[in-house]
C-alpha cells in the first residue's frame, strides 16, 4: 500500500519537472504549448471553412474540441522517447522504472490537455453556447481518452527504445491518423463501404462522443458505448503485455 | 510449502539478502543495429552472429540483518552489475533473490539528475524515488544540503555543480531516506578528506539501527577497515565470500 503511494508521488514529481522544463526559460513559457493547438485551429479553419466550404454549425468550436483531444494523443506518445531517454540516468541508477516514466509524461500531457479544455469552454461560452447534461460523459470519456492513449504508448515505448528511427515512423503513422480521424470533417462523410473499418479507430470513437456530448446534447448509444469501452480495454490489455514483456529489457540499451 | 519453509528459515537466522544461482547474460551482436530498418536490411542478409558475455555466472550468497559487506574485484567483474540486479534496477537472465525490507542503490555519480533544473528541485524527484513524499522531503531539505556542504549552491542549476557536489547530494539524500538496505558502488571515489569521515560516521550510525549495506569499492583499506565479510568476483563468478582479511589477502594474490 505504502509502495503504491510512493509511485504516485514519484510520478507526480516527473510530471511536475517535466512541465517546468518543457516551459523553462522560455519568455512565453506556458502560452507556446496553447500556441501549438491554436495556430493549428486557425490554419485549419481558414483551408476548411473559407477555401473548401465546410458547412459544419459552429466549424470553429467543433474543429477546437476535434483537435485538443487528437492533440493529446499525438503529443502524448511523440513526447514517450524523449521522456524516456531524458532520463536514462536515472533508469539505470535508480529504481525508477520505465512504466513510472511513461505514466509521468502521461500526467504531464494531461494536465495541459485540462488547462487547454478550460480555455475550449471559455470559448464555447463566449460563443454563446449551452451545456446540456450530456456534457457529464466528458468524465467517462477523457479517462477513456486517457487509457488508449496509455495503451498505445506502452505498446511503442519498447519500439523507441529499441530502434532509433521509430520516432520518424511513429510520426508518418500520427499524419495518416489524423487524416484518418473525423478532426476536421464529419464522420459521416466516410463512404460506407469503409466506416465499419473506420469507426474501429477509437479516437474517432471519443471524439465523436465528446463532440455529441459537448456540442450537439446527444449520450452516446449504450451499444456503440460498449463497443468502445472493449476496444479501450482491449488496446489497454494488448499495451500491458506488452509492456510487461519488453519495457524492462531495454533499460540497459538506452 | 517450500515458500513457507524458506520464510520461517529467514525469520530465524534473518536473512535480508538471498540470492540464488543469479545469471547475467549480455548478447553482445557482431554488427549492432539500432534501427528498425537496419533490423530488416538485417533479415535479408542473413544471420546475425553473437557473443554471449557472462557478466554474472551462477552467483548465490546470503546477508544477514544489520551487517555491511564488501564487494571487491577487478574492473568488469560484475560488482555493479549485481548491485544493479539486487536494486531492482534490471533483471538476471536466470536465477532469483529475495529482499526482505526497502533497498535503495546508490550507484554511478550522476545519479541522473536533470542538469537544467535546480539541485533543490532535483532532489525532489530523487527524493521520491527513494521513496519520500514531498513534505518529509520538504522538512529535511536543510540537513540534507547542510550535511552535503553545498547548502549556498540550493538553487545553481545542478550542472553548474561538481561530481564530488553531486555525490555528497545523493548520499546525503539517501541517507536522510532511511532505506533498510543500502548498496553503495564506489561513493568515496569522488568525495575529499573532509565527506569520507562524514560519510563513515552517517554509516555508522545507520548500521547501528539494524541496516544493512553492500559496500562495492577498490578502497580496499575502507574495506577492511568497515566490512566483517567481503565477496570477491571474479570474471562475473563469486571466487569467494568470508572474513573480509581472508578475502583481501587472496584478491592481492589474483
Known amino acids: 500500500m505504502k509502495a503504491k503511494k510512493n509511485h504516485w508521488n514519484v510520478i507526480y514529481e516527473l510530471a511536475r519537472l517535466d512541465f517546468k522544463l518543457k516551459y523553462y526559460g522560455s519568455a512565453l513559457g506556458f502560452l507556446w504549448s496553447l500556441l501549438k493547438p491554436f495556430l493549428m485551429l486557425g490554419i ?11 458547412t459544419i454549425p459552429n466549424y470553429e468550436i467543433y474543429l477546437f474540441l476535434g ?17 524516456i531517454s531524458s532520463k536514462a540516468h536515472l533508469l539505470q541508477s535508480t529504481s525508477l522504472t520505465p512504466a513510472t516514466v511513461i505514466a509521468g509524461t502521461i500526467l504531464h500531457s494531461l494536465w495541459t490537455f485540462l488547462i487547454t ?9 463566449a460563443l454563446g453556447l449551452h451545456l446540456t447534461g450530456s456534457a457529464i460523459m466528458l468524465l467517462i470519456l477523457i479517462p477513456l481518452l486517457v487509457l488508449i492513449t496509455t495503451g498505445v504508448s506502452l505498446c511503442i515505448a519498447p519500439l523507441y527504445m529499441r530502434f532509433n528511427d521509430f520516432g520518424h515512423m511513429w510520426d508518418i503513422l500520427l499524419q495518416m491518423l489524423f487524416w484518418a480521424t473525423p478532426i476536421v470533417y464529419d464522420y459521416k462523410i466516410v463512404p460506407a463501404s469503409v466506416a465499419k473499418w473506420y469507426l474501429l479507430n477509437p479516437i474517432t470513437r471519443v471524439i465523436v462522443d465528446m463532440r455529441n456530448a459537448v456540442l450537439y446534447g446527444f449520450f452516446p448509444e449504450p451499444k456503440q458505448m460498449l463497443i468502445t469501452l472493449t476496444i479501450t480495454a482491449l488496446i489497454y490489455f494488448i499495451g500491458t503485455v506488452i509492456f510487461k514483456k519488453y519495457g524492462k529489457k531495454f533499460i540497459e540499451e538506452l | 510449502m517450500e515458500k513457507n519453509l524458506s520464510k520461517n528459515y529467514k525469520k530465524n537466522y534473518n536473512i535480508v539478502i538471498e540470492t540464488r544461482h ?4 549480455y548478447r553482445i551482436p557482431h554488427e549492432k ?23 554474472l555466472n551462477d552467483v548465490s550468497f546470503s546477508l544477514h540483518k544489520g551487517e555491511m559487506v564488501g564487494l571487491i574485484g577487478k574492473n568488469g567483474s560484475g560488482k555493479t552489475t549485481l548491485l544493479k540486479i539486487l536494486g531492482g534496477i534490471i533483471q538476471p537472465s536466470s536465477g532469483s533473490f529475495t529482499i526482505e525490507g526497502t533497498v535503495a542503490p546508490l550507484i554511478g555519480l550522476g545519479v541522473g539528475f536533470h542538469g537544467e533544473l535546480s539541485a533543490e528541485e532535483n532532489l525532489y524527484l530523487y527524493g521520491a524515488i527513494l521513496g519520500m513524499p514531498r513534505k ?7 540537513e540534507i544540503f547542510s550535511f552535503a556542504g553545498v547548502e549556498r549552491f540550493r538553487n545553481m542549476k545542478l550542472k553548474h555543480f561538481s561530481s564530488g557536489m553531486v ?6 539524500t539517501m541517507v536522510q531516506a532511511d532505506p533498510d538496505i543500502l548498496l553503495l558502488d564506489e561513493i568515496f571515489s569522488v568525495g575529499d578528506k573532509d565527506f569520507i569521515p562524514q560519510c563513515l560516521t552517517k554509516i555508522a550510525e545507520y548500521r547501528q539501527r539494524g541496516k544493512t549495506i553492500l559496500f562495492a569499492s577498490h578502497d580496499l583499506s575502507a574495506i577492511e577497515q568497515q566490512c566483517e565479510r567481503t565477496i570477491l568476483l571474479d570474471k562475473g563468478e563469486l571466487k569467494m565470500f568470508g572474513p573480509t582479511k581472508d578475502v583481501v589477502q587472496y584478491y592481492k594474490t589474483i
Open chain 1, 117 to 125: 479544455l478550460v480555455i475550449f469552454f471559455i470559448f464555447f461560452f
Open chain 2, 167 to 172: 555525490a555528497r547530494l545523493a548520499f546525503s
Open chain 1, 44 to 54: 485549419l479553419y481558414v483551408v476548411f471553412f473559407y477555401f473548401l466550404k465546410v
Open chain 1, 67 to 83: 483537435i485538443i483531444t487528437w492533440n493529446f494523443f499525438a503529443d502524448t506518445t511523440k513526447d514517450i522517447a524523449p521522456g
Open chain 2, 22 to 25: 543469479i545469471i547475467k547474460e
Open chain 2, 33 to 55: 543495429t539500432n534501427t528498425l530498418f537496419g533490423q530488416i536490411l538485417g533479415r535479408f542478409k542473413g544471420k546475425t552472429t553473437y557473443e554471449n558475455f557472462r557478466a
Open chain 2, 136 to 142: 518529509k522531503i520538504k522538512e529535511k531539505l536543510d
